[in-house]
């Protein structure tokens, strides 16, 4: 085969999309730069990725792109591309300012530009949305083919993309799924930190981490209302709140203002609580700054300490950002003795030895520098500062601290760093950890059970007043005093518009159950079709009821033993794809790395079609209660309710089987009685 018969192949022409080559681009000033990836690559694999990265490429460009991109890999640990990158800024344009044969080709490019934005992507040169790994797809090339894909596809095709690669469009129907994505899905065998690394600097693998891979991101806004749903209910379970009550004059410590972090700082002055958020890099203090996230900055802990207490006793709402390491910040709080009611953290501990996590004694910059010229000597400190950091919190949860691991793999890495300890059963991660992590104890029982989850929308138009009307249509479908959970979103979407919570596509998140998103979607799609508003883009986020298997974090609450099988993730997304969901999207990883998690979600362009109608009744129904199925069967009891309801509710149209509950005291007893161990 030729490189001229390869041409002549393909009707989309590779040497149309890359038909010259760009200049080099400037990188702008003060935008954040993703730090050099592991590169564990021999000799003749770095030959490999070379050429994995070239057959993108027309035969002419491979002589001035290979140096080039050897010293792109040689450099930061992958090939990225950079050429490529169009100069200038990305962001999600209104959808008619996009080419394409069908409203959702049109619809995808908004969202992966929206992921690309300065002002939303934490490295946007890198393709990096958030979670420190999480990227659109794996490098510039693929970009620029999956647009034009997209630009292509029509309504009898779907596109696929496997980790970032355009595979190609194939032919389908107008009810199937115009795009199916999966990100990392490694064989068993090799599903581990170091074969993904490796495949990643191989060009093979994505790491797609939820909604980065899957083009859902709706930037930090995505993430605020779980996050100020978990704050509420850890204040009302542990700090004596009513059930109706909020956070006034209680105080919550915690670290992280990136990707899903930064909207820490928001859920907790919405909650009308105080916080104090650490954060080692400066200029991420400064984005949450600027958008009005966070509402002080501060730079020693005893100044951050005072501020705190004084708004706590005035009962005013305030997120401090403390520029420096948390751990600092803890050591100061168990030295001095001040009381911290709600401890958690959120360092991208998933990746900690990678750059997730800055040790203690490192500043951003020198752990930036350490990791490209020690990487060895950078993974001792960050086990080392790891350990010192659990002791800390240790110490304040004897003082009466409520500390929650935050789905971000802390107490797994502190396991990792040797602590074992950290496990109950002393040795482990079998049986769980010591402290309780927000999904296990709150999130789990109070939403996902229930089949609450971060259903969301993205108004495609671009404007403002369309969002304000499906924000008003949203809230006109909820019953405020059907449950607490129902008063608390009615009062979040209520609210919504006053917290100023859009950052990129004129976007929305708000928690709701299977019905609650069946019922705003068709009223959504009956707006498109009246003309009311432009077309959306209906989502979810994939940390949700049904979504992911991961038993560090969205399955924590699973207790029968499936906690460890990824069954109802895969069907879940089998399920979306049936069921003619627009885009689907499948990863490994997420937000507690390679490995520990099977997660996947899915995207529905509402057209005002009659077509979407039918795909909502079927598939959003499906997306949750499949999620509450699998609960419900491991016993959850608001799951069992939540099913025991769904059976009533569609009789002879659908149905859950639910388990039969055994005496704990009989089965007890019959182990005790004939099993030795
Ligand atoms: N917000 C959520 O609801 C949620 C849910 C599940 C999981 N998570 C997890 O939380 C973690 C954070 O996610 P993200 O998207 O914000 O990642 P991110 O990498 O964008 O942000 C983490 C931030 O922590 C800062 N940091 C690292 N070490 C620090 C230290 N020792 N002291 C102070 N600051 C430090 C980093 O500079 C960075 O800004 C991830 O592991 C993610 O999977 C978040």
Redesign the pocket.
Known sequence: MKNMDVSNAMSIKMDDIFASLPEMPDFEEGIRRAPKRPLHLNKAEIALALKNALRYLPEAWHNTLAPEFLDELLTYGRIYGYRFRPVGRIWGKPIDEYQGKCVEGKAFQVMIENNLNFDIA?YPYELVT???T?QVCQNWMQYRIIKKYLENVTQDQTLVVESGHPLGLFKSAPTSPRAIITNAMMIGLFDDQENWERAMSLGVANYG?MTAGGWMYIGPQG?VH??YG?LLNAARMELGVPEDGDMTGKLFVT??????????GKAIEIANGVGII????LS?IQTRFDQGWVSQITWDAAETFVAAKKAVAEKKAVAIAFH????DLLEYAVDNNIPIELLSD??????AHGG?????GLT?EQRTDMLKNDPEGFTKKVDA?LVHHYTLIKTLVERGTYFFD????FMRAVFDAGVTEICKNGENTLDGFVFPSYVEDIMGPLMFDYGYGPFRWVCLSGKESDLLKTDQAAMACIDPDRRSQDRDNYIWIRDAQKNKLVVGTQARILYQDAMGRVTIALKFNDMVRKGEIGPVMLGRDH?DTGGTDSPF?ETANIKDGSNIMADMAIQCFAGNCARGMSLVALHNG???GIGKAINGGFGLVLDGSSRVDDIIRRAMLWDVMGGVARRSWARNENSMETCVEFNDMWKGEAHITIPYLTDKNMIADLVDAKCKK
Do not use: K, W
Request: proline share 2%; hydrophobic share 25%; net charge negative.
């Open positions: 934490l958030y979670g420190e999480g981490q993430i779980g996050t978990t670290s992280g203002l990136g990707g899903m972090s930064g909207a820490q650490a954060e080692v890099d991420r420096g390491n948390v751990v959120q360092t991208s501990c998933h990746v997730g996590y800055c040790p203690q951003f500062s935050y789905g971000n793999a940390h974090r997420g937000g507690v």
